[in-house]
T-cell receptor
Framework: NAGVTQTPKFQVLKTGQSMTLQCAQD?????MSWYRQDPGMGLRLIHY???????DQGEVPNGYNVSRSTTEDFPLRLLSAAPSQTSVYFC???????????FGDGTRLSIL | EDQVTQSPEALRLQEGESSSLNCSYT??????LFWYRQDPGKGPEFLFT???AGEEKEKERLKATLTKKESFLHITAPKPEDSATYLC?????????????FGKGTKLSVIP
């Protein structure tokens, strides 16, 4: 039972590079979301999806893109990395938006 | 705008010394209040959902309670393995009803 799987676990980028953080879940959950966690701050929502083909912005969407072509996968794209995007990124999923979310173990991203 | 404030920021307890963590919130129409546990280097792990004032839920040494303005996570006779950061989050029924708003967490250390 894999749950929510995030790859890679660690990544170092240079300013201006682009990359995709991968997130996959095997629980057939409709709702998926991306958060970032920074020291001294709570988890902040970047983007979310209520089903395949449907995405929307959260609290801090600037600099990030998402798509949801399948129920299982919800990748997060950094378009042009900036040092302010250095953070730990968590993907989460739940059966519906009102159900408890299951989190992956995160991707630790450093941007130099 | 939904807001969550957790206190204290950090708490050190001797093994067996019971205490409570506080989560104060403001939300436009509470749909659910969630408690999570987060271990270092891991994603948050779901503990409880509370939906209405007066509701209580228990799991081993943990008991969560809810009023109209705050929630408490009571820890009875804690053990070192209860050491973690405990996160509180709310989901409202207003404009951000698809989002969770998280507090900054309480870091609990239980000393043998």
């Amino acid at each position: 039972n894999a749950g929510v799987t995030q790859t890679p676990k660690f990544q170092v980028l240079k300013t201006g590079q682009s990359m995709t953080l991968q997130c996959a879940q095997d629980m057939n959950h409709e709702y998926m979301s991306w958060y970032r966690q920074d020291p001294g701050m709570g988890l902040r929502l970047i983007h979310y999806s209520v089903g395949a083909g449907i995405t929307d912005q959260g609290e801090v969407p600037n600099g990030y893109n998402v798509s949801r072509s399948t129920t299982e996968d919800f990748p997060l794209r950094l378009l042009s990395a900036a040092p302010s995007q250095t953070s730990v990124y968590f993907c989460a999923s739940s059966r519906t938006v009102n159900q408890p979310q299951h989190f992956g173990d995160g991707t630790r991203l450093s941007i130099l | 705008e939904d807001q969550v404030t957790q206190s204290p920021e950090a708490l050190r307890l001797q093994e067996g010394e019971s205490s409570s963590l506080n989560c104060s919130y403001t939300v436009s129409g509470l749909r659910g209040l969630f408690w999570y546990r987060q271990d270092p280097g891991k994603g948050p792990e779901f503990l409880f959902t509370l939906y209405s004032a007066g509701e209580e839920k228990e799991k081993e040494r943990l008991k969560a309670t809810l009023t109209k303005k705050e929630s408490f996570l009571h820890i009875t006779a804690p053990k070192p393995e209860d050491s973690a950061t405990y996160l509180c989050a709310v989901q409202g029924s207003g404009a951000g009803s698809y989002q969770l708003t998280f507090g900054k967490g309480t870091k609990l250390s239980v000393i043998p």
